[in-house]
């Protein structure tokens, strides 16, 4: 019976350790690998030029979230064989380095991988904008007149926007806009504004995209008329002076949402030189788009 016993124990212990070896057991992983993305916009120039600045990526395998990842990341996927990967563009959300959400402007990418151990998959997303965006203002400085024009009120000589295709256009070759501030008058500042718009779409997502780059703050804004003739400028957003060309994806949705119905609007774009004794400034690809 001691002896029955004594089986039993041995027995119970193998069953354990051979239990704890298979949890011990480390399945060895496949991976992808995330390359920076493109964007393809409407040959017609209907959505303006293919800027792009995605950093991010959520990721999805088969419909089921494994994270945010950023561009050029090696994820290991616990898997193998036929499976599913979405990435969907995460932007900083106003420019907000410590917030990312997807961009809804976006389709997302999408393609099946035949995944296997050790082996690397790598991922190149394509992106388009979807069907439903609406672009009531493009500006990309490439066509024959301009989308803004002069504030008059604020305007000093000396202070001007030009279309500079050289070396430090966004592209070299093609035409972005380059800012001189050289008036001289103090305090002042150029404001750029664009032609009347009437009734946007409220509670819709609503963004308004810009590449930029200067060494003095840039303010975007907007103007709200309402039907009574009450006219309320707001400030949306401070650029800071950046040395390389950046992008913004600004959210206005709760901008359009708080100024009412019946509203109508102009998008400015202003600029001071401030302390600045060689002030200079670069904008291009100014877009608004929402949802329709």
Not at 13 to 24: D, P, T
Not at 91 to 119: H, W
Not at 208 to 237: H, R
Not at 263 to 268: E, G, K, P
């Amino acid at each position: 019976m001691h002896m029955l016993n004594r089986l039993v124990i041995i027995f119970s212990l193998f069953l354990v350790v051979f239990a704890s070896c298979k949890k011990m057991e480390v399945i060895v992983p496949s991976y992808i690998y995330l390359s920076p993305s493109k964007l393809i916009t409407k040959s017609d120039n209907s959505q303006g030029d293919a800027s792009v600045r995605i950093e991010d990526y959520y990721v999805f395998q088969n419909g089921v979230v494994r994270g945010l990842f950023g561009v050029n990341a090696r994820i290991p996927i616990q898997a193998t064989g036929k499976n599913s990967i979405r990435v969907s563009p995460a932007i900083k959300y106003n420019g907000m380095a410590e917030q990312r959400i997807i961009y809804p402007m976006f389709n997302y990418y999408e393609s099946t991988f035949d995944l296997v151990q050790n082996k690397v998959d790598t991922i190149k997303p394509v992106f388009t904008f979807v069907e439903n965006a609406v672009f009531p203002l493009i500006e990309d400085y490439d066509g024959s007149g301009l989308s803004l024009e002069y504030n008059m009120s604020t305007k000093q000589i000396g202070d001007t926007l030009l279309k500079d295709n050289g070396s430090k256009a966004l592209v070299p070759g093609r035409f972005s806009g380059r800012v001189e501030l050289k008036s001289g008058v103090a305090n002042s500042f150029l404001e750029l504004y664009s032609k009347v718009f009437t009734n946007w779409p409220r509670f819709t997502p609503f963004y308004l995209e810009l590449d930029y780059k200067s060494n003095i703050p840039i303010v975007i804004g907007m103007y709200a008329t309402s039907q009574t003739g009450d006219v309320t400028k707001t400030a949306l957003y401070v650029l800071n002076p950046k040395d390389n060309w950046n992008k913004l994806y600004l959210d206005m949705e709760a901008d359009i949402n708080r100024a009412g119905a019946g509203m109508q609007y102009r998008i400015f774009v202003s600029f001071s030189k401030g302390n600045e004794t060689n002030p200079e400034a670069w904008i291009d690809n100014l877009k608004v788009v929402y949802l329709d």
